[in-house]
């Protein structure tokens, strides 16, 4: 049974930092891009960033350049998204997405970045 289980979201005041985990099983982790997607209230859901399996390429939509950073751990099935200098508009639900062979979704994690 594939599970993608977001964690770590939550309330953070602008310009602090959160980092969000996502633990996978079910299938061979390290032959799966991992992504992360977000949706914001009334708005489409968007790729946020981007890893490969190896973990040697990454991509990050311009708006999160410079300060999202995703990362994977293979041995423990998990990817990460290191989020700093949050802004109000970094609002949403977060997903973890796993595209292979596959494709999955976890169940979100809501980030709300307000003071």
């Known amino acids: 049974q594939v599970q993608l289980v977001e964690s770590g979201g939550g309330l953070v005041q602008p310009g602090g930092s959160l980092r969000l985990s996502c633990a996978a099983s079910g299938f061979t982790f390290s032959n799966y891009a991992m992504n992360w997607y977000r949706q914001a209230p009334g708005k489409e859901r968007e790729l946020v960033a981007a890893?490969?399996?190896?973990?040697?390429?990454?991509n990050y939509a311009d708006s999160v350049k410079g300060r999202f950073t995703i990362s994977r751990d293979n041995a423990k099935n998990t990817v990460y998204l290191q989020m700093n200098s949050l802004k109000p508009e970094d609002t949403a639900v977060y997903y973890c997405n796993a595209r292979g062979s596959s494709y999955y979704w976890g169940q979100g994690t809501l980030v709300t970045v307000s003071s």
């Open positions: 890893i490969t399996g190896a973990g040697s390429s990454t």
